[in-house]
């Protein structure tokens, strides 16, 4: 939280907003060191950005049976990383419920006892929309002014990208690996399986699962994505994606 009234316009990003932990390490709510370090917004949106440049690793603190009772132990680890040759942060497992669509196996009669029903891990195409639109506009004014850094750095001797240039590089590869054509003459041109396409004219939920039939779902996170960043979808198949969701999801209320 702001310790100030937030200034206004662009100050708002010069405000010094109080830390919840004091370093990478957790400690718990008790603890008196929460909320004793600052650090200005605008440094806070670099570091996160360049968080995700470098992987987020980490196991989920108090991970056991006392945070989830059911989810077998590998859900709990959790790993972020940025594939730079399409721009796309894959994350999450499948072994966890990545989002509030999914829903815990818990009978163990069944056997599907902390095996998720339809886990979101890979690239889920929400993300994907909001760090489009994140870079979009950490690129919007020459790079520099709102974060004070152009870009980030790149791990692995490959040097530095700018904001600009992952953007561009996520919205030339957005298209051709999510969006599935109506008509299996144009597959062609897009990053498919046709075994596993069940539902043409729409943009698969998530892309590099490890599962793949999961990339291949019909779920309304597609529209959440377009809503969130329209600039990366061509038109035509935006409108396409929007009446396959009207026809196949939208209920009678």
């Given at each position: ?9 662009d100050g708002i990003l010069d405000e010094e907003i109080s830390l ?193 039939n999961c990339d291949y779902q019909l779920r309304p996170n597609m529209?959440?994505a377009l809503a969130i960043c329209p600039e990366i979808f061509p ?19």
């Amino acid at each position: 939280y702001c310790r100030a009234v937030p200034k206004q316009g662009d100050g708002i990003l010069d405000e010094e907003i109080s830390l919840r932990f004091p370093s990478n390490v957790y400690v718990d709510y008790d603890d008196p060191t929460i909320y004793s370090r600052t650090r200005r917004l605008r440094d806070i949106i670099q570091d996160i950005m360049q968080a995700h440049a470098d992987g987020i690793h980490f196991r989920e603190w108090n991970a056991g049976p006392d945070l989830d009772p059911v989810m077998t132990p590998d859900g709990f680890t959790i790993d972020i990383k940025v594939d730079l040759s399409t721009g796309f942060i894959h994350g999450g497992n499948g072994h966890n419920c990545g989002t509030w669509m999914d829903k815990m196996g818990e009978s163990a009669k069944a056997g599907n006892r902390g095996i998720p029903a339809t886990p979101r891990d890979g690239a889920a195409i929400e993300i994907i929309a909001l760090l489009a639109s994140t870079l979009r506009w950490l690129s919007s004014d020459g790079e520099s002014t709102i974060t004070g850094q152009k870009g980030v750095r790149v791990k692995d001797g490959q040097g530095f990208q700018s904001f600009s240039e992952w953007y561009d590089r996520l919205a030339a590869s957005f298209d051709r690996n999510f969006y599935i054509p109506t008509d299996p003459e144009d597959d062609k041109g897009h990053h498919l399986d046709p075994t596993l396409i069940k539902i043409r004219g729409m943009y698969k939920d998530t892309y590099g699962a490890s599962t793949p039939n999961c990339d291949y779902q019909l779920r309304p996170n597609m529209i959440v994505a377009l809503a969130i960043c329209p600039e990366i979808f061509p038109a035509a198949h935006a409108q396409q994606a929007l009446a396959t969701a009207e026809r196949h999801l939208v209920g009678p209320l």
